[in-house]
């Protein structure tokens, strides 16, 4: 076990988290807040028995029993008064764990029950986001997912939806959900616009399914970085392209258990894709879902793969490098988190 000093240093770390969803980053005393204000019912009216509603155990088998703890939270997310608030609780949680730069994605097409159109659930993660940032120092950009069980026609509104948010907090668009019912290639017609409007493009693949869907999302679905990329291993041709490409993996440790992209954790491939000089990262994916947060994710990784201190900034730099910031921005978040780790006794 990673020792008091070890966590203590990993807290204090500067860090980024490029893969983290609004929807599976609620905190359950929003949620009894939320339920109050919008008089929605609830199981249970404390924090501790909300946690095994929207939080998945040890027995979490697959993708899709991980996916089913979403219908939860989202009951409560169809405001843009609840959206704006998650949006900033994330900054606040970020700034807990001194993470200076966070990429927060959500679907719009899961928050509209209620009437709001794609560009307003957009308006509000924003404002939250900016909101967040000027009251703790979080710097952040939204990214806006088209879902895999829905069609392209709605799809094609959120790429539309986002497109008018580029360069005013969005910064990319992404796919996700049920990889395995719902493969890349379905999804052409929808990131041809996207790639068509120039918006950057990441996409969940090599998660509940092989290598091929990495494949086909860099090269058919113009992604320039992959959620998760845990199955890559299972094809060397298709892990030397994205090595060649320099393709970043967003690598989701806990989650990436927890769903079974891998049996466990003997078989976790970061160890070797650190090794092959594949840029990964580290980042969190869901953490009221997975009961996590960014500087436990390092924890276990110092913890299960004997990562050394060097090799634990190398991953946090390597998410500097991957964010979906413009030079000038990249090259000023890279100094900033770089005297802050020197001032630690941390040498580079
Ligand atoms: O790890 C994931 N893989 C695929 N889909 C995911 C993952 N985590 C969250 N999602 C889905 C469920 C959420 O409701 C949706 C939007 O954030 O994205
Ligand atoms: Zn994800």
Not at 55 to 82: D, P
Not at 220 to 246: C, F, P, Q, S
Not at 270 to 296: A, F, M, Q
Request: charged content about 25%; overall charge negative; glycine content about 8%.
């Amino acid at each position: 076990m990673a020792h008091n000093r070890t966590l203590e240093l990993l807290s204090r770390l500067p860090k980024v988290d490029l893969h983290l969803h609004l929807d599976g980053s609620v905190k359950p005393e929003t949620i009894l807040e939320l339920a109050l204000q919008q008089g929605i019912d609830l199981p249970v009216y404390h924090k501790e028995g909300l946690i095994p509603h929207m939080r998945v155990g040890n027995e979490c088998g697959s993708l899709i029993e991980y996916l089913s703890k979403f219908h939860f939270t989202t009951k409560f997310m169809q405001s843009g008064e609840a959206l704006e608030r998650i949006a900033y609780e994330v900054a606040q949680q970020s700034a807990a764990h001194n993470c200076k730069y966070v990429e927060v994605r959500f679907a719009p097409q899961l928050h509209r029950n209620n009437g709001l159109t794609v560009e307003e659930t957009i308006h509000h993660v924003v404002e939250g986001m900016k909101r967040g940032q000027r009251d703790y120092g979080v710097k952040g950009g939204v990214i806006v997912i088209c879902m895999r069980n829905h069609s392209s026609k709605s799809n094609l509104e959120v790429i539309e939806g986002a497109a008018q948010f580029v360069g005013k907090g969005v910064v990319a668009v992404d796919l996700a959900g049920d990889e395995a019912t719902y493969p890349p290639e379905f999804f052409r017609e929808v990131f041809a616009e996207s790639t068509r409007l120039g918006i950057p493009v990441t996409i969940h693949a090599g998660e509940a399914a092989g290598a091929v869907n990495v494949y086909e999302a860099v090269t058919n679905l113009g992604a320039t970085r992959i959620g998760h990329g845990v199955r890559l291993k299972e094809n060397r041709t298709i892990l030397d392209m994205v090595k060649e490409r320099r393709i970043p993996l967003e690598m989701c440790p806990i989650s990436n258990i927890q769903t079974k992209a891998v049996p466990g954790w003997e078989a976790y491939p970061i160890r070797e894709y650190l090794d092959e000089g594949l840029l990964v990262t580290i980042n969190t994916d869901n953490p009221s879902v997975s009961g996590t947060d960014i500087t436990n994710e390092y924890r276990v990784l110092a913890d299960r793969f004997g990562f050394t201190t060097p090799e634990l900034v190398k991953l946090i730099m390597n998410g500097v490098d991957a964010a979906f910031l413009d030079a000038d921005d990249k090259l000023s978040l890279r100094r900033e988190m770089e005297d802050e780790i020197r001032c630690l006794g941390v040498s580079m």
